[in-house]
């Protein structure tokens, strides 16, 4: 006989085109109806909290006095919590993110009773290839979600195993029509039976055993109250079937039984059966770039920098480091940071951004203040310290600001020794603006605040002090106007229309044309982008760029500015009237030293529905892409052959090949590639004839939440049609990222690296007389330069240094984003007593063998890795 195994559920979007606050009010009244029924009904044994902790918390905030009524129904099995804090993308949120969003989740719900171990992103706009180890490193090996599957992936079943590819592996049991089927069931008969004949036919159709999923529950839907009445009635309607209340791991029981369930890989964005928006990558750019930068400064400079105090003897500060990851978290949620939302709930998730980067850069202040404030040394002079929260010493240019009353200084390092600098520039600074209490004294002596540049090495993961010494010294520096720029790796000029014609010295290529503008109309919503029919693009191929080229003994600096004329609408778009206009200033960074082309971007649009990118043209005519995702890479196709029967088969949406990245997308034949790293967007292409061109999203900008009947996506809309005018961008906006050439293929390359050095910038701190905020001075002395850990191979890439959650120790997290496996090898200038491998949660896996304070481990391709010592 056929099991049904109802789930009562709620689908708990926090905001959406409502905000969090109307959202609160529904779940304080919706929780009560709920504990009520689990605590006074024995026949309805569960209800499923949609997998997020960030529920509790918001319901705790209001009715703290209800703890221990949610205690005693979650350890009776019967409310079901966790194991996420919120419900994340996996698209372009980043995998310290995930593997942080699952750590607080489970550890919320442990307060409580066990959590649901089940991967439960029902909602997701797509799954990441590297979800299944992410999922096994929390000892969790079952997984359910809805987005971005198909035939073509190997199987026309809802249930299968999927493997990532390092060998982990879940079973997945998919909601092949959502999770909302079961939403509101009527009492009317013939109602009920037309709605779950139409699932049923499906349901049947994908299940490899007798047990089918109805999920009872929809957005913000409370208790469906006479749920025994539609079981009942279900029951009359088909004898032949058993009807009853369930939870999702009943099945997963059954499920174990079939041993003949085939196993896929890959990620899974296909739009044939439902929406993935995969196009989304974009929307609200400001609020992507945001997301993308504070992710970095978190992990790649906050919490190695919280290390390193910690191992000299300071706080690690476990507590304000959750509260800025549970912010950032909250912005993870699929709409939240899809930025399918109403603009007033884009204003609070910019506000939730600002928290978090305001917390963030106060921390990272704090702690550099701790550990250079307590230096122990007899010398007097104030003090400039760099940080390299890299495992590997780094030559490295510099800038950075020193503030003084001096008129000329030189620095010298802790041996003496002097190390040159230039003086980029000099301003007079209010003494005021350093510290109130000088002013309120009487003195008013101004300060100035040099900006200085500097060539140096700096420490693996640790620092290096240089004094500022008052001596007379050449106090200027040597840029010098030029046509050409070359530096140990590049030739580079800047064409009459702002683009770039840069030669590749180590390979003996050119490239023109880099960084043309590509503008389209956009006559999509929040969800997607969509062209206009039979349009033809414009370019600024004929702009005319005001260019400024200089050049010193450490970098070369471009300074481009261009206006395009574009029409401010799509009606004007229509009519070809170019009456706006988008001005793009790049401001361009080369080191004399690095294969690198850094490039800041200043954005002001003045116009409406449309979008920009940039061209990056690289000669090189590709059949796939390689960019990374969460702890590795992956491998694309640059056409997306369902483009040739997509509406044939009906498919949701058009597969165009517009793609998601982390940090870097590259193109590559055997002997060279060419990569964009980036600190902002997170969105290409590639196109051209050839498909030999990275086209980077720069912004799109719409007014509405939801369309329907688009180019890219026919039918009903999605979300709902709600204007949302400030998703038109209009104003400025500003994004970073780079391009680099390597030798050989881009996965052989580790460009990972690449774009982890180019988002780890080298950190300095200025320690002055003065600081409007009073510190007491620690028992705790610090070494004038001082080394943590350092890795003896240079292959891995590492994800993250920081302090255990529960142990004294320290998690080190690294990863293999390269086509052949690696090891992982790091020496701790400390004592170590033991180091061992331990999962993402932090659970001991084994010992490892440790000699000389030097460890390794064997990093499979696309695996990460995780070391406590």
């Known amino acids: 006989m056929k099991k049904v195994h109802i789930v009562p559920h709620m689908h708990w979007d926090r905001e959406w085109y409502f905000s969090t606050e109307e959202s609160r009010i529904l779940l304080v009244n919706n929780m009560e109806e709920i504990m009520e029924m689990l605590e006074t009904n024995p026949d309805y044994p569960y209800y499923v ?114 493997e990532s590819d390092d060998g982990s592996k879940v079973l997945v049991q998919l909601f092949p029509l959502g999770y909302a089927i079961g939403k509101y069931l009527p009492e009317d008969e013939e109602k009920l039976q037309e709605r779950i004949n139409k699932y049923f036919t499906v349901l049947d159709r994908g299940a490899t055993t007798e047990n089918i999923i109805l999920p009872n529950g929809h957005d913000q839907m409370p208790i469906q109250k006479n749920i025994f009445t539609i079981i009942e009635k279900l029951q009359h309607l088909y004898p032949d079937r058993e009807f009853f209340l369930s939870k999702y791991e009943n099945v997963f029981d059954q499920l174990e039984q079939n041993q003949t369930l085939p196993t896929l890989q890959g990620e899974f964005l296909d739009g044939k059966y439902m929406r993935v928006h995969r196009s989304i990558y974009s929307t609200r750019m400001d609020i992507k770039a945001a997301n993308t930068r504070i992710e970095n400064k978190i992990t790649n400079i906050l919490e190695p920098l919280a290390s390193i105090a910690y191992s000299l003897g300071f706080e690690y500060h476990h507590g304000l480091i959750e509260l800025i990851w549970k912010e950032i978290m909250k912005n993870h949620a699929h709409d939240s940071i899809g930025c399918c939302c109403s603009d007033k709930v884009h204003r609070e998730i910019v506000n939730r951004f600002f928290l978090a980067e305001e917390k963030t850069d106060q921390l990272i202040e704090f702690y550099k203040r701790k550990i250079t404030d307590s230096i122990a040394t007899e010398r007097k002079e104030d003090r400039l310290t760099a940080f390299n929260l890299l495992p590997y010493e780094r030559a490295e240019v510099v800038t950075t600001m020193v503030i003084t009353k001096l008129e000329a200084f030189k620095l010298e390092d802790g041996e003496g020794n002097e190390i040159p600098f230039e003086v980029l520039n000099k301003e007079i600074m209010d003494p005021g603006l350093i510290d109130r209490q000088i002013v309120h004294y009487g003195n008013y002596d101004p300060f100035y605040q040099y900006t200085i540049q500097l060539k140096d090495s700096i420490p693996a993961m640790g620092y290096k002090t240089y004094f500022v010494v008052n001596e007379e010294s050449d106090m200027d520096h040597t840029f010098a106007e030029k046509e050409l720029v070359e530096t140990d790796y590049y030739e580079v000029s800047v064409n009459p229309n702002g683009t770039l014609k840069i030669y590749d010295k180590q390979h003996q290529k050119g490239f023109d044309n880099v960084l043309l503008l590509e503008n389209g109309g956009d006559d999509g919503d929040e969800y997607d982008f969509s062209p206009l029919a039979d349009e033809t693009l414009l370019y600024s191929d004929d702009v005319e760029a005001d260019v400024k080229v200089r050049q010193n003994k450490y970098e070369a600096q471009l300074d481009i500015q261009l206006k395009m004329d574009v029409p401010g609408d799509l009606e004007d778009r229509k009519n070809k009237k170019a009456d706006q206009f988008v001005q793009v200033h790049w401001k361009i960074t080369i080191p004399n030293h690095l294969p690198i082309i850094k490039v800041e971007a200043e954005i002001d649009n003045q116009a409406k529905d449309h979008r920009l990118r940039t061209l990056i043209p690289t000669g090189i005519a590709s059949s796939f892409s390689v960019s990374d995702n969460q702890f590795g890479f992956i491998k694309r196709d640059v056409y997306d052959s369902a483009m040739d029967y997509w509406e044939e088969e009906g498919w949701d949406e058009r597969p165009d090949s517009i793609y998601p990245m982390l940090s870097f997308i590259g193109l590559s034949d055997h002997e060279h590639g060419i990569s964009v790293l ?36 026919p039918g009903r809309p999605s979300g709902i049609k709600l204007p949302t005018p400030d998703s038109q961008m209009l104003g400025k906006l500003k994004l970073d990222f780079a391009i680099t050439t390597h030798k050989g293929s881009t996965a052989s390359a580790n460009v990972g690296r690449a774009a982890k050095e180019y988002t780890t910038p080298i950190q300095t701190y200025n320690k002055i007389p003065h600081n409007a905020m009073k510190l007491n001075q620690e028992d705790v002395h610090t070494p004038l330069s001082f080394s943590l850990l350092q890795e003896t191979i240079s292959t891995t890439v590492l994800s993250v240094l920081k302090k255990a959650e529960k142990e004294e120790g320290f998690v080190l997290r690294f990863y293999n984003p390269a086509d052949a496996e690696k090891a992982g090898s790091f020496k701790v200038n400390l004592a170590v007593d033991h180091v061992k491998e331990v999962n993402l949660n932090e659970k001991v896996i084994s010992a490892l063998h440790v000699e000389n304070n030097e460890f390794n481990v064997v990093v499979k391709q696309n695996q990460v890795k995780t070391v406590m010592f």
Not at 686 to 698: N, P, R
Not at 700 to 706: F, K
């Open 49 to 162: 909290l949609d997998g997020q902790t960030s529920i509790l918390e918001d319901y705790f905030a209001v009715k703290p006095e209800n703890k221990e009524r949610v205690r005693k129904l979650v350890q009776a099995g019967k409310l079901i919590i966790g194991p996420w804090y919120t419900q994340t993308d996996e698209m372009v949120v980043g995998g310290e993110s995930i593997v942080r969003n699952l750590l607080y989740g489970l550890k919320d719900s442990e307060e409580f009773g066990s959590p649901m171990k089940i991967g439960y992103l029902p909602d997701s706009f797509g799954q990441s290839s590297q979800m299944p180890q992410i999922l096994n490193g929390f000892d969790i090996k079952y997984s359910i979600f809805w987005r971005g599957t198909s035939e073509r992936h190997g199987t026309d079943k809802t249930e299968f195993y999927w």
């Open 678 to 713: 980036t600190n902002s967007t997170r969105e290409y292409e590639v196109i051209g004839d050839q498909y030999d061109t990275i086209a980077i999203t720069l912004f799109r900008g719409v007014g509405v939440l939801g369309k329907e009947e688009m180019l890219r996506r």
